[in-house]
T-cell receptor, first 110, second 117 residues
Framework: KNEVEQSPQNLTAQEGEFITINCSYS?????LHWLQQHPGGGIVSLFM???GKKKHGRLIATINIQEKHSSLHITASHPRDSAVYIC????????????FGKGTKLSVKP | KAGVTQTPRYLIKTRGQQVTLSCSPI?????VSWYQQTPGQGLQFLFE???????NKGNFPGRFSGRQFSNSRSEMNVSTLELGDSALYLC????????????????FGPGTRLTVL
């Protein structure tokens, strides 16, 4: 069984701060996903990665396969980044069979 | 290109009833997955369909079932509703089912919020 642990559970930051959210998993995976969920429920897929590093605007995601660990970084945080960030892993050959972390609730204050 | 649509968006049912939720994937997407989100358990995988076949199923009782049609639209059904079935039900679509690679992005719908009284 694959366990996905995220830290921290809650995070409050001031606008402009650099933010890091961590994700660890216990079993080998085919891909790791970072998702963003705003109040109201809509989920947006931010990154899907199986190795290395990806960057999109102010967001950077890294993964270390050997250490079974991934980080999501937000540079120059903004109040509109306030959301729940969820790490999920896909394994067993199907990217639809995702196992999710509990999420990190981020609040960025102006 | 239209996104993933789910109907209805909100639903209130009573215990013992059954419910059917619908999901229309992004045009051209052939894989549809369903997820349940509750405050206590978070997001959990229900099942995945590709080419009208169920490819994977999560750890849910048989009261939860689904199907996919030839146009890739999918429905999920919950029979004999229980209070604990109150949740946000999300579906997600992706272009293909890539066994062994898991390298396709999923696009989520807005969800159906089901309340069981």
């Amino acid at each position: 069984k694959n366990e996905v642990e995220q830290s921290p559970q809650n995070l409050t930051a001031q606008e402009g701060e650099f933010i890091t959210i961590n994700c660890s998993y216990s079993v080998g995976i085919s891909a790791l996903h970072w998702l963003q969920q705003h109040p109201g429920g809509g989920i947006v897929s931010l990154f899907m990665l199986s190795s290395g590093k990806k960057k999109h605007g102010r967001l950077i995601a890294t993964i270390n396969i050997q250490e079974k660990h991934s980080s999501l970084h937000i540079t120059a945080s903004h109040p509109r980044d306030s959301a729940v960030y969820i790490c999920a892993v896909s394994w067993g050959g199907s990217q639809g069979n995702l196992i999710f972390g509990k999420g990190t609730k981020l609040s960025v204050k102006p | 290109k239209a996104g993933v649509t789910q109907t209805p968006r909100y639903l209130i049912k009573t215990r013992g009833q059954q419910v059917t939720l619908s999901c229309s994937p992004i045009s051209g997407h052939r894989s549809v997955s369903w997820y349940q989100q509750t405050p206590g358990q978070g997001l959990q995988f229900l099942f995945e369909y590709f080419s009208e076949t169920q490819r994977n199923k999560g750890n849910f009782p048989g009261r939860f079932s689904g199907r996919q049609f030839s146009n890739s639209r999918s429905e999920m059904n919950v029979s004999t509703l229980e209070l604990g079935d109150s949740a946000l039900y999300l579906c997600a679509s992706s272009l293909v089912y890539l066994a062994g690679s898991g390298t396709d992005t999923q696009y989520f719908g807005p969800g159906t919020r089901l309340t069981v009284l």
